[in-house]
């Protein structure tokens, strides 16, 4: 299959060194074209996230270039390079690569497993590779097979089940209330970080008036500029709370900085219309007896805590089944390769015995004792002939089928490449002619 | 024939609920197309014994048992078919198919002959009346249906209750958005209905009888009640839990207007069945 991996992961670097290797989406256009230059006629994809950078690379001998692959992979405009980064790159090749791009698009080697934004990135990465014209026949229908295992993945386990992360939680559970969060009102109380946070999940789902309000009027100017909201004097905490759908307070506060009365009264004016109060304050910002009003919802820190424990435990729960789609994928994936590669190395090998038969045939009846043998008498000869050539390939043959049945398929073709002379430019070629239906079939492509 | 297919479609209803309550619980959307296929199957099939009842009694049946909750059951359907792909979530039918199934059940004892209407009232304007209430209870039981799941997202929500049915029933405004337009669209349709009944009485020349009936009283009931919820949407704009209660007590209205006054007391509107339970608009 030739196909490999170059990379760099959360699993093998720290943040700081990640953020070196990576290559913006802008760039990658730019970094697939330089390192098509230097290696004509490979098929290369970049993705490049925060929590990785790898090369997905085909039609290059990785094991034999690594070197100068990640030197041309580290290289940034102007020839500037970024050293001392080799010794964090992994390297996978043929089935283990396929393993690990499937295992990547359906989010099983990630920092949060089942987090479902790398799918996209991963199409992104296609898309630029496709722009920069350095995807082929063998990657392209890999990376179909990959978003093909990984929408398995996501649709008939519960890997991407239930939000993790606070922010995200946060905007969860405003879709459970409100119809069109476009519509909604966010109020933040403290510009804290992780209110920002979930401010942002919420605005990335549409919403636009954000109010701020924090005790220094500049902090809450700034963060409120950031977002495009407005900021209020800390004072008008009440009287603008009924405008708000969504509250989401994180001061630094001793005490108690929205007290159950304001939120009664607020909810009476808002004639029933649901609020929603997120408190991610420590100690709490947020009255708990605010809870016990009619339609106003409130969470804590630990809420959202333990909602996203037991999300996180859930996509635990499906790790293996996820891993046993991947692994069908990539078995799928062999199963073809091998049974159209057997086929066409076959075919190679009985080609090849039937023109050494037919050479020596021709040699032999050219001779002047056989020349005046009658017609009949040749087709005889042609025919014991061709037996003994086929008696003989007849055990390499099935040796070949039960290696490929065995999953020793890539040793014992390349055994056999050698002993028959066949070379890899010719097997090209015919794997070329044996996939003429690429273009309807893209799986086959690959093979 | 009747029978057998009632009774298949009966059981076609009750595979479709057995499959929707199972979607309420573990979400898949290979489970929710075959409980939508089911339901569609079902209502076909008792609409096929409502065409070959109306056949047999050569006018619209709609005042026995069987015949008032079959149209009921089926006006449920085709309003929650209709409006499935735009704004109803998968877990409503969690609730609805069970009821649905449960209407049909109950009539299904009472298949005997096709209860027809007495020629002096025969004519367009009984047809209105008859489709008009059909309509109205079927619209207003599922704005019901609606805010009963709105009581149970919101004890969800309150209590923090994070599980498959919280994560299948729409969000609150949803729901109480839907609720909304089913209760206004219910009050349109029991309006028309009773001014047909009205003028249907009028016509009849029953005079004062008609303005004592119980059934004429608890209908009325029912529609000021609907008045009441309406204005209190459209004019006071309130939501919430509050109104999601008031349109559950309602759902009890109706239902005793439309089943449990000719089970229990006699009425004007029991005018071609005796006993055995006639229900009609």
């Known amino acids: 299959m030739m196909v490999s991996v170059i990379g760099i992961s959360f699993h093998t670097a720290s943040v700081e060194l990640r953020e070196q290797a990576s290559v913006r989406a802008g760039h990658i256009p730019a970094t697939l074209q330089r390192i098509l230059s230097e290696f004509p006629g490979a098929e290369l994809v970049l993705l490049s996230t925060c929590n990785r950078t790898e090369l997905y690379v085909a039609g290059v001998d990785v094991a034999l270039h690594k070197d100068r692959l990640i030197e041309a992979l580290l290289t940034r405009d102007a020839n500037a390079h970024v050293a001392g980064l080799e010794q964090f790159f992994y390297v996978k090749h043929d089935l283990q690569a396929a393993e690990h791009l499937f295992a990547v698009a359906a989010s099983l080697d990630a920092l949060v497993v089942g987090e479902t934004e790398i799918l996209g990135q991963v199409k992104q990465a296609l898309v630029l590779a496709e722009e920069a014209g350095t995807t082929g026949k063998v990657l392209h229908p890999l990376f179909q097979h990959a978003f093909k295992t990984a929408k398995r993945v996501h649709t008939e386990t519960d890997i991407c089940r239930g939000r993790v992360s606070i922010s995200s939680l946060a905007v969860e559970f405003a879709e459970k209330i409100f119809e069109d969060l476009r519509s909604k009102t966010v109020m933040i109380v403290g510009a804290g970080e992780m209110a920002e946070l979930a401010l942002k999940s919420l605005m990335d789902r549409g919403t636009r008036e954000v109010l701020v309000l924090n005790r220094s009027l500049e902090r809450g100017e700034n963060l409120a500029s950031r977002c495009g909201g407005r900021a209020l004097p800390f004072e008008l905490l009440d009287d603008y709370l009924a405008k708000a759908d969504i509250v989401i307070s994180s001061t630094s506060a001793p005490h108690l900085v929205i007290q159950a009365e304001s939120v009664r009264r607020a909810s009476e004016t808002r004639r029933g219309r649901p609020m929603l109060l997120i408190d991610i304050a420590v100690p709490r910002d947020i009255d708990p007896a605010a809870s016990l009003i009619k339609n106003v919802y409130v969470y804590t820190i630990d809420d959202l805590e333990r909602v996203a424990s037991e999300n996180l435990s859930k996509r635990q729960e499906a790790v293996e089944q996820a891993w046993h789609l991947v692994r069908q994928g990539t078995s799928e994936l062999a199963l073809q390769f091998e049974s159209s590669g057997l086929r066409l190395l076959l075919r190679r090998v009985d080609e090849h015995g039937r023109q050494i038969c037919e050479a020596a045939l021709q040699r032999a009846l050219a001779k002047e004792k056989l020349s005046s043998l009658p017609e009949p008498s040749r087709e005889e000869i042609r025919v014991m002939a061709q037996k003994i050539v086929n008696k003989m390939l007849a055990e390499p043959r099935e040796a070949l089928k039960r290696a490929a049945r065995n999953g020793e398929w890539e040793q014992y073709a390349r055994v056999v490449n050698d002993l028959f002379g066949f070379k890899p430019e010719e097997e090209g070629a015919q794997k070329g002619e044996a996939s003429g239906t690429t273009q309807e079939n893209p799986d086959r492509k690959i093979l | ?281």
């Open chain 2, 1 to 281: 024939m009747e029978t057998i297919l009632a009774i298949i479609g009966l059981a076609v209803y009750g595979a479709a609920s057995f499959f929707a309550l199972l979607s309420l619980l573990k979400p898949g959307i290979r489970r929710e197309r075959i409980e939508l296929n089911l339901l569609a199957g079902g209502a076909l099939i008792f609409l096929v014994v409502m065409v070959m009842r109306v056949l047999k009694a050569g006018c619209l049946p709609a005042f026995s048992r069987f015949d008032g909750l079959t149209w009921y059951a089926l006006a449920l359907s085709g309003t929650y078919l209709l409006m499935k792909p735009r704004r109803f979530a998968r877990g409503i039918s969690g609730l609805l198919l069970p009821f649905v199934t449960g209407v049909l059940l109950w009539g299904l004892p009472a298949h005997g002959v096709p209860a027809g209407v007495p020629p002096p009232n025969q004519g367009l304007l009984l047809i209105v009346h008859v489709i008009m209430g059909y309509a109205a209870y079927a619209v207003f039981s599922l704005a019901s249906i609606n805010a009963a799941a709105y009581l149970i997202q919101d004890y969800n929500l309150k209590n923090k209750q994070f599980g498959a049915v919280w994560e299948q029933l729409p969000s609150l405004e949803t729901l109480d958005h839907v609720m909304s337009r089913l209760v206004g669209l219910a009050f349109l349709f029991l309006t028309v209905a009773s001014i047909g009944g009205l003028m249907l009485a009028y016509q009849s020349g029953a005079g004062d009888k008609w303005l004592t009936d119980p059934k004429v009283a608890a209908v009325t009931a029912a529609w000021i009640f609907f008045a009441v919820l309406v204005h209190m949407r459209a004019s006071s704009d309130r939501h919430g839990r509050g109104v999601a209660m008031l349109t559950v007590i309602g759902l009890v209205l109706v239902l005793f207007a439309f089943v449990g006054v000719p089970l229990l007391v006699e009425s004007i509107h029991s005018f071609l069945q005796v006993r055995t339970g006639v229900v009609g608009p």
